[in-house]
């Protein structure tokens, strides 16, 4: 039955094997333990590991997962609002950390007020460019005649290099 379970997703073998290690220190309380050490992330896990798509979290941010059935491990940003709805089960609920060296590229969504003006979306691509940021999707919507809203999902490899991307974003 446990192998059933983690083979369709519901339960994960990594978590497992953390229940077992926790029953094992009750049975030998002198030996290490580190069942209250949060799971570490590093984006290459080799198990089924998704990232919220709403709340988008990225290496640096505070993280939490929960373990959805048929999507496995969801990392979600700690403050995300649809963790405060979900409810649910608390054993569904794992305490996570990013590694120190994590790779890889994340998705983030960016809203920008920019004043219509003749090649400025071109300038706006050129700045996330020019910081290395890759810009995945691009949606425009105008909020009054000399200014639209641009929402943008940018790839980035974490908060550092968000924060520079932003910043060649407002220098135009």
Same mark, same amino acid.
């Given at each position: 039955?446990?192998?059933?379970?983690?083979?369709?997703?519901?339960?994960?073998?990594?978590?497992?094997?953390?229940?077992?290690?926790?029953?094992?220190?009750?049975?030998?309380?002198?030996?290490?333990?580190?069942?209250?050490?949060?799971?570490?992330?590093?984006?290459?896990?080799?198990?089924?590991?998704?990232?919220?798509?709403?709340?988008?979290?990225?290496?640096?941010?505070?993280?939490?997962?929960?373990?959805?059935?048929?999507?496995? %491990?969801? $990392?979600?940003?700690? @403050?995300?609002?649809? =963790? *405060?709805?979900?409810?649910? !089960?608390?054993? &569904?609920?794992?305490?996570?950390?990013?590694?120190?060296?994590?790779?890889?590229?994340?998705?983030?969504?960016?809203?920008?007020?920019?004043?219509?003006?003749?090649?400025?979306?071109?300038?706006?691509?050129?700045?996330?460019?020019?910081?290395?940021?890759?810009?995945?999707?691009?949606?425009?919507?105008?909020?009054?005649?000399?200014?639209?809203?641009?929402? %943008?999902? $940018?790839?980035?490899? @974490?908060?550092?290099? =968000? *924060?520079?991307?932003?910043? !060649?974003?407002? &220098?135009?």
């Amino acid at each position: 039955d446990l192998l059933e379970q983690i083979g369709l997703g519901n339960q994960m073998a990594p978590l497992i094997i953390r229940r077992l290690e926790n029953q094992m220190h009750l049975q030998h309380p002198d030996e290490q333990h580190d069942d209250a050490k949060p799971l570490a992330i590093t984006g290459t896990e080799g198990m089924v590991l998704n990232f919220a798509t709403d709340c988008y979290p990225i290496p640096g941010d505070p993280i939490i997962g929960v373990l959805s059935a048929g999507h496995g %491990l969801v $990392v979600h940003h700690s @403050n995300c609002r649809a =963790l *405060a709805t979900a409810g649910g !089960a608390p054993e &569904k609920y794992i305490q996570l950390c990013w590694e120190a060296e994590v790779e890889g590229q994340f998705r983030v969504n960016l809203k920008i007020d920019i004043r219509d003006r003749r090649g400025a979306l071109a300038k706006l691509a050129t700045a996330i460019s020019s910081a290395d940021g890759d810009i995945i999707d691009i949606g425009v919507a105008k909020h009054d005649p000399d200014y639209s809203v641009v929402s %943008l999902m $940018v790839s980035v490899r @974490n908060r550092i290099h =968000l *924060a520079k991307v932003i910043s !060649a974003i407002r &220098k135009i």
